[in-house]
């Protein structure tokens, strides 16, 4: 992209972050200004379009779940591109305009039911549909005709929503073994749900240098793991969601714990053996492998959350690498699962 474009295309992601009511020291508007510079080319001219999917994008990493004012603000800026950029002429702008008129009806009633999981990808299901009908095809390059825009849309609600509730039941069964057989760390940090936002002072306080766990700070830690300087690590920091905040609080919480267990990852039966003296519990050889594989791994998967490079899965939303590496150290208490528990009826 050139010098030009690229100045362009921040000036459109600001506009559009005001007209989301998204401030630029927010997570989004941090990581959506960080990811319209690491753009060196693009051949499409629509960079209204460029622009509010790095921001769609942004939010989907960032685990922001856009209120039902926020989406239709998200919908409305989109649509406004379509008129200025669709390209055939066998379709005029009132089907069109019906096609958007079905999504904000849709949205407004119902979306305040959807699953958090379905609203946090919802974006991306409204970027598909609109570069369907600009240029025929969604953003993976999909092939999808004008007339199939609808059924497309109801696809890919239909598609999260059996996948997540299919993920879900799984994870439960995960997670319900891991608390059967692990005694979490009561000193770690509950994760609260994706709902919920850190306060900007919270957050200033989470990665605070005067807030200490025995003298070993959180950026201490996070030093001591990536190599990277301290500047950098408040710069990554500042774009994280709340959770995945959380977790690498919760890993530099119990960073000496983590120190040994890394040392102790060469030999199976030494590892599983503080292991279950730390927890409390018996450890399946499954579960301690898996646990092995995970403490081997810190540094990938500290870097990678701070880098965003947890891609969600492109079909589902979820990156199922990133939730492995979180449920073996979850199995030996170096974090805690971001589910709340159920109340009992």
Known sequence: MQKGSSLTLRKLIYKYLDVLHIKLDHKIGVLSIQSSDRITSQTTDNLEFVAMKIIGDASVKTRHIFTISEINDFLTILASSINAYNSYKDYDDAYIGNIIFVIYKDLTENYSTFDDSLKLVY????????????????????????????????????????????????????????????????????????????????????????????????????????????????????????????????????????????????????????AEKDTGKKLGDNQIYHAISSVKKVKIYVENVLDHKFEPDESHGINHIKHNLEYGYLLIGLIESSRKPRKPF
């Open 123 to 274: 974006p991306r299901i409204i970027l598909d549909v609109v570069s369907i009908l600009i240029n025929k095809v969604d953003t993976k390059g999909r092939k999808i005709g004008v007339y199939g825009a609808l059924n497309y849309y109801e696809e890919k609600k239909h598609e999260y929503n059996s996948y997540y509730k299919k993920y879900e039941h799984h994870d439960q069964e995960s997670l319900g073994r891991a608390r059967s057989n692990t005694k979490i760390n009561s000193k770690a940090v509950k994760i609260d749900s994706l709902d919920h936002q850190l306060k900007d002072k919270d957050r200033k306080i989470l990665f605070s240098d005067n807030n200490n766990n025995n003298n070993n700070t959180i950026l201490d830690s996070l030093t001591e793991i990536t190599s990277r300087d301290r500047k950098d690590l408040s710069s990554s920091l500042s774009s994280l969601s709340d959770i995945d905040l959380k977790r690498l609080k919760d890993l530099c919480n119990n960073y000496d714990r983590l120190r040994k267990y890394c040392k102790l990852a060469i030999n199976e039966k030494e590892f599983k053996k503080e």
